[in-house]
């Protein structure tokens, strides 16, 4: 059965600092990996996708995961936080041959002046 | 291109009474799926729907009811409201299993609140 793990519920930075949300996901087959951002009171946007080819994913905003399989992980990062950034952030799983999205919990950001 | 459209996007209830969550999208996408959002517990899938006519329960099914007889539409139904309803709702689409790499595309939810 396939799984998400998002390591820490929120994390906080000060504008202009490096962030780094956490996922690991638990997969029998090679899976695609996504991320979603979820500002307040709306629905869920995608910023990046991991399918096949290149490992370093580029998104939207100015984010980027990397999908490692030997440690099963897909983080995001962005250099420098932006006050925009503050949002939830949810990293998802599917498996090859299904719709079927599995979400993580969740990680809050915020950004600190 | 409105994309996925949920309504209404606010609603409040009393316990027993019933309801349904209208989810529409105009992508022509095979796949349809209803989750619900609680803090803590990220998005969890309450049905789904491969295409017109098919259905299935996700995760935490009970209490609610789909049906998918157009390709566009993908109503949720609670049948005899709970508190434990109370939940952000989220319906989703996306172009179905033969491009599985493609996301799912999201409505902006509806906000239920159960008393």
């Known amino acids: 059965a396939q799984s998400v793990t998002q390591l820490g519920s929120h994390v906080s930075v000060s504008e202009g600092a490096l962030v780094l949300l956490r996922c690991n996901y638990s997969s029998s087959v090679p899976p695609y990996l996504f991320w979603y951002v979820q500002y307040p009171n709306q629905g869920l946007q995608l910023l990046l996708k991991?399918?096949?080819?290149?490992?370093l994913v580029k998104g939207i905003n100015g984010f980027e995961a990397e999908f490692k399989k030997s440690e099963t992980s897909f983080h995001l990062t962005k250099p420098s936080a932006h006050m925009s950034d503050a949002a939830e952030y949810f990293c998802?799983?599917?498996?090859?041959?299904?719709?079927?999205?599995?979400f993580g919990t969740g990680t809050r950001l915020q950004v600190f002046p | 291109n409105a994309g996925v459209t949920q309504t209404p996007k606010f609603q409040v209830l009393k316990t027993g009474q019933s309801m349904t969550l209208q989810c529409a999208q105009d992508?022509?996408?095979?796949?349809m799926s209803w989750y619900r959002q609680d803090p803590g517990m990220g998005l969890r899938l309450i049905h789904y729907?491969?295409?017109?006519?098919?259905?299935d329960q996700g995760e935490v099914p009970n209490g609610y009811n789909v049906s998918r007889s157009t390709t566009e539409d993908f109503p949720l139904r609670l049948l005899s409201a709970a508190p434990s309803q109370t939940s952000v709702y989220f319906c989703?689409?996306?172009?179905?299993?033969?491009?599985?790499?493609?996301?799912?595309?999201f409505g902006d939810g509806t906000r239920l609140s159960i008393l």
């Open positions: 998802a799983v599917r498996g090859y041959n299904t719709d079927k999205l599995i």
């Open positions: 992508m022509n996408h095979e796949y």
């Open positions: 729907s491969v295409g017109a006519g098919i259905t």
């Open positions: 991991y399918t096949t080819g290149a490992t």
């Open positions: 989703a689409s996306s172009p179905g299993t033969a491009n599985s790499n493609q996301p799912q595309h």
